[in-house]
């Protein structure tokens, strides 16, 4: 069921929409929009009680923070698999697991 969350200020609006896809044990959460550190709890909401074969796909993620990254890193630290990860989140990612 998909699930979209919406934070509105004076000059723009944030939007992050979370698809999510259960088969075979397999859950795949797509994330569509600005994925910024206000939305990171509810998607943590939406992860519990997932199957253990979890994947981020990112195709589609336009804006991230630096909580998300941090998050993102952490899942993928736990085996969470990330697809479709725009290159620049990626490097950000490599930036933030180095001492």
Same mark, same amino acid.
């Given at each position: 069921?998909?699930?979209?969350?919406?934070?509105?200020?004076?000059?723009?609006?944030?939007?992050?929409?979370?698809?999510? @896809?259960?088969?075979?044990?397999?859950?795949?959460?797509?994330?569509?929009?600005?994925?910024?550190? *206000?939305? /990171?709890?509810? &998607?943590?909401?939406?992860?519990?009680? @997932?199957?253990?074969?979890?994947?981020?796909?990112?195709?589609?993620?336009?804006?991230?923070?630096? *909580?998300? /990254?941090?998050? &993102?890193?952490?899942?993928?630290?736990?085996?969470?698999?990330?697809?479709?990860?725009?290159?620049?989140?990626?490097?950000?990612?490599?930036? *933030?697991?180095?001492?």
């Amino acid at each position: 069921m998909p699930l979209a969350l919406t934070r509105t200020t004076v000059r723009r609006e944030w939007t992050l929409k979370i698809e999510k @896809d259960s088969q075979d044990g397999k859950t795949t959460i797509r994330l569509i929009g600005h994925f910024q550190s *206000e939305h /990171v709890g509810e &998607l943590k909401t939406q992860l519990q009680g @997932d199957g253990p074969q979890l994947v981020f796909d990112l195709k589609e993620v336009t804006v991230v923070d630096l *909580e998300v /990254v941090r998050f &993102l890193g952490a899942c993928r630290a736990y085996g969470v698999k990330i697809v479709y990860c725009p290159q620049y989140i990626r490097k950000w990612m490599a930036r *933030e697991r180095r001492p």
